[in-house]
């Protein structure tokens, strides 16, 4: 593995932990928190963005305007089921979506979630910091590399995960910090 594509992993692993972030609702609308929802159309799972035209009229209201107005019913069950716990209005048209001020004790929740999110990434991080070390060493028996070029870059690798590592909580504070404000 070269240094590029362990951090070209890396990143990947840093940005599904921001995609997770964003899933997490604040107390204000935003059509990303429906992202993680799927709607068993004509037999098959489809993602909620597909199927409809998702906006925000204003800041405590998600509005789904579907394409096919057949798939309203799927869309709102869908939604009614999901672990979002929001309830839809349906006016025949548009489904509607209140999305009410967050409670302290929610919020405290949805930062234990926002905390397991990091910790995902983390572990994704240290998995490939373990692939990396494990080919270097793997070398260095190979006798393909010195101990010396060894030792440079396990550092190099653990540096880099450091650095990720760094990142995400960063991305972390600031999702809490989002979520706390009222």
């Known amino acids: ?8 992993s890396m990143r990947k692993s840093v940005e599904a ?12 609308a935003n059509p990303s928190l429906l992202d993680r929802i799927t709607v068993e159309y004509y037999g ?7 199927l409809a035209t998702i906006s925000t009229p204003d800041s405590q209201t998600i509005a789904i305007q579907p ?7 799927l869309i709102e069950k869908a939604i009614a089921t999901s672990d979002l716990g929001f309830t839809p209005n349906n006016d025949g048209k548009v489904i509607r979506i209140n999305v009410p001020p967050l409670t ?12 397991k999110y990091a910790e995902e990434g983390k ?4 998995n490939i910091r373990r692939d990396a070390i494990e080919k270097i060493k793997k070398q260095e028996k190979a006798a393909e590399i010195s101990e010396d070029q060894s030792r440079d870059e396990q550092e190099n690798v653990q540096k880099q995960t450091n650095k990720f590592i760094t990142e995400i909580d960063k991305h972390l504070q600031e ?5 706390l404000k009222v």
Do not use: H, Y
């Open 44 to 50: 098959a799972d489809s993602p909620l963005k597909s």
């Open 104 to 115: 302290e004790e929610r919020r405290k929740e949805f930062c234990k979630i926002a905390s």
């Open 123 to 126: 572990v994704s991080l240290r």
């Open 1 to 8: 593995m070269s240094n590029k594509e362990i951090e070209s």
């Open 17 to 28: 932990v921001q995609r997770n972030f964003n899933t997490i609702r604040t107390g204000r």
């Open 67 to 73: 394409f096919d107005l057949g798939s309203l019913a």
């Open 175 to 179: 999702k809490e910090s989002e979520i």
